[in-house]
Every structure is written in structure tokens, then in C-alpha cells.
């Protein structure tokens, strides 16, 4: 099998989604509050972090070590600002979904919009992905390159998964102090899940040291575990 199998693989479930986001959009409907932050954990945890990661980290990362075409090396480089693009997209539907949560007019029809778009553009990255890049950049590789780069995405996948449930177990309770508790303190309450954010501790996998407080946070700052906005924060 070659590496990009898996990949392909995940593209068909990515397009589910994406077909989910689009049929909500042109079907009139009103806008479920909790679908936003479905599609936006998806799109962050399975979409991103998963399958652009793999991509990126393993896949990408070897062919600039290789000598690859100007035509190959430019649709890499448009691949990487599509991610870039599709993040950005991603971020600002949060936004919407926390403003449609808290009852602001036109955010439900922004926010249908914007996945209409996402679903479009999805559809278009993917679809170069599979008829114009993946199948003649494996030429590039040996099949023992191949097969190490299957056990490279298969120890990512692993990693990933337990990695991002682990936190979420870690930050809903599972003995840890950032769970919702009594205890005074400067600390933050995501109104979507309940996570508390503690200067005291920071958030370790946004690279926010101990010590930093709720206001000097970036403003593209999100919940660990719900991808919520500081705007959908509440000081206890």
C-alpha cells in the first residue's frame, strides 16, 4: 500500500463532513447551536492536526529533502497556504458559533456561509490532492522509503489520538487542578464545556507559559478542549 492511501482514505471522510456543512447550509434551517463546535472540533482535532499533520510533518517534510520539481515544489507550496487558509477559516467560524451561541443577530446566517465556503473549498484542496499531486510525488520515494513513511503516519495517528484525549480527560477532571472547582483564584470559565483556564498553570499545548494571565492571552487564543474564544469566557 502506498502512503497515500491513508490519506486519500481520511479525504473521503473529510468530504463527509464537509457535505454535512453544506447540506445544513442550503437546507434553511435554523442553526443547532452545538453543530459549530462539532465542525469545528472535527476540523481542528481530524482535518488539521491529524490529517494535515501527517501531511505536513512526514509527507511534506520529505519531499523538500528531495529534488523535486518546480511544477511539484509550487502545488507543495500552495497545499501549505490552503492549511494556512482553511486554519483561518476554521477560527473564524468558532467565533461565529460562540456569537451565535450567545444570541447575536446574523451570526447564524454568517456562520452558514462560511461553512458553505469551507465545504467548497475542501472540496477543490482535496481534489488536487488526489489527481495532481499525490500519486506522481511517490515517485520521488523507494518502496522502502514508502513503507517507512506507512509506519510514520501509523505512529502518528497512535500518538495523535491518545495525546488529544489524554489532555481532554486531564483538563475535564482526571485528577488534575484545572477541572471546575471552588478554589479562589484569577481564573476563567469556557461557558461551551466548563474548562477553566489558570494563569498558575497556563496552557501547556498553546505554548502559554505558567503565569500568564486571562488578558495578556493572544486574541486568537481558544479553548483546549472546545476551540471557544476568549469571549466565551466568564471570570469566576
Do not use: N
Not at 194 to 222: C, H, K, M, N
Amino acid at each position: 500500500m502506498l502512503p497515500i492511501a491513508p490519506l486519500m482514505i481520511e479525504h473521503r471522510t473529510i468530504e463527509r463532513m464537509a457535505a454535512a456543512m453544506k447540506e445544513r447550509s442550503e437546507a434553511g434551517l435554523d442553526l443547532d447551536p452545538l453543530f459549530i463546535p462539532f465542525v469545528v472540533d472535527f476540523m481542528r482535532s481530524y482535518a488539521d492536526r491529524t490529517h494535515h499533520g501527517k501531511e505536513e510533518d512526514i509527507l511534506f517534510r520529505a519531499l523538500k529533502g528531495k529534488a523535486i520539481s518546480a511544477e511539484h515544489r509550487g502545488a507543495l507550496e500552495r497545499l501549505e497556504r490552503d492549511h494556512a487558509q482553511a486554519r483561518e477559516m476554521v477560527s473564524r467560524l468558532a467565533l461565529l458559533g460562540e456569537q451565535h451561541a450567545q444570541g447575536h443577530p446574523g451570526a447564524a446566517y454568517q456562520a452558514f456561509m462560511l461553512m458553505r465556503d469551507l465545504a467548497e473549498f475542501y472540496h477543490d484542496h482535496i481534489e488536487r490532492e488526489d489527481r495532481e499531486f499525490f500519486v506522481p510525488v511517490m515517485g520521488y520515494f523507494s518502496a522502502e522509503e514508502r513503507a517507512l513513511m506507512l509506519e510514520d503516519f501509523k505512529e502518528f495517528d497512535s500518538r495523535m489520538i491518545h495525546e488529544h484525549y489524554s489532555q481532554i480527560a486531564d483538563r475535564l477532571g482526571g485528577g488534575r487542578a484545572v477541572h471546575i472547582a471552588q478554589e479562589e483564584g484569577d481564573r476563567w470559565r469556557c461557558l461551551v464545556c466548563g474548562y477553566i483556564y489558570d494563569p498558575q498553570e497556563g496552557d501547556r499545548e498553546a505554548g502559554i507559559p505558567p503565569g500568564t494571565s486571562f488578558q495578556d492571552l493572544p486574541e486568537d487564543w481558544v479553548c483546549p478542549v472546545c476551540g471557544a474564544g476568549k469571549s466565551a469566557f466568564e471570570h469566576l
